[in-house]
């Protein structure tokens, strides 16, 4: 019994147009039907026809939010009372202009259309009016067509000029609506460009984080592993075969990280500075330590005075020259190493890994390119080592260059202004 007193109280309502956003306007459209009765009780229409045009010009407003192509009903109405009666109702006044603005604001038809309808109509009911017009003694009212006619058309005028109104105020708050929809979607955009975008800097950053921190102490394992199997006398053959599993299982994980920073790695995006504590420049004597202690040889050289740079400048020079300490120990092992740190004098930060090793695998065909071109990833490093090293010069406004040096071996030069 519930369910069906429910139902039917719904189609009721949805019947009245009482539902969700509806509301407003199926309330001012009963205010209006209401207000259309009392005047028509107040002032009594001469013609039926005005009673009914008034009524249904006011009750069809109820369904103008859900369907908006019912306000060609209501000013069609409106039109039809205002030609069975001389006198306009205020009623049919506002209702009407509702009507016009709904079909405009929903742009139901062109608002060209609505105009030329809108005057097609009122010149129709002035026609009605001066056909039915009452002889008035003294008055002569002149034929259409005489010069003095164009007076008898005042009515179609003000009406037009009332609907031209109506139809360009509905228009502009039609395109106010789109523009601020409009507006609301760029935003949703652009909000949704700028996720992406951070999210691609947060996967360099990984990536570069996993590169520059993993892989140093990944490569140090396999280099460890495998000096053990031939500095450690004694040893057993399952020992040495142990330490060579070590070091196999360690290149793989360096594998299985290259790929994995392939994944994470997005070409072309700016770097990310991480807010963690991160290493300094004065850290470098325990990396060099480090260096040495899985049979490397390196020496560093510090020229200029110590200065404090801001901390991005200091992480991005430790992790060019721990890279480049890598990739010496990965593909010159055991020749010797120099870091030199310049603070210079023209607020320059140069930061110079040189070894003595065999240089480039391979060089790249034809004329030689400019200093900071890339180098094939098969000439030196694995392509995302040196690729990160000129990411972190370039974070800092700095560049990178690195190929065979002077003297032979391999050359890594960061200049980083600060």
Known sequence: MGVASNLRTARLRSWAGWTGTSTYYSATGWVLTCLAVLELIWIPAASL???VGVLVSAVS????????????LTVAAGLVAF????????VTIVSGLCGVYTLARNRVQHPAVLVLGGLLGAVAVNLVHIA??????GVVVPAIGER?????????????VVV????????AVRARDETRRERARSQARLIA???REAAAEERAAIARELHDIVAHSVSMIAVQAESATYTTPGLTVEAREGFQQIARNARASMDELRRLLGVLRTPGEPGHVLTAPQPTLGHLPALLEQHRAVGGRAELTVVGERVALPAVWELSAYRIAQEALTNARKH??????LVEVDYGTDRLLVVRVQDDGPGPARASPGPPGPPDSPIPPDARGDGHGLNGMRERAALVGGRLTAGAGPAGGFTVVAELPW
Not at 164 to 171: E, L, P, R, S, T
Not at 332 to 337: E, H, I
């Open 49 to 51: 026809w005005a009673d």
């Open 61 to 72: 407003l109820v369904w103008r939010r859900v369907c908006p192509p019912v306000g060609f």
């Open 83 to 90: 030609a069975a009666d001389y006198s306009f109702y205020l």
């Open 132 to 137: 039915t017009w009452p002889p008035i003694d």
């Open 148 to 160: 003095a006619s164009l007076g008898l058309f005042a009515e179609a005028f003000i009406l037009t």
């Open 164 to 171: 031209i109104g109506a139809v360009a105020m509905g228009d």
């Open 193 to 195: 460009m700028e996720r």
């Open 332 to 337: 010159a092992p055991g020749a010797r190493t």
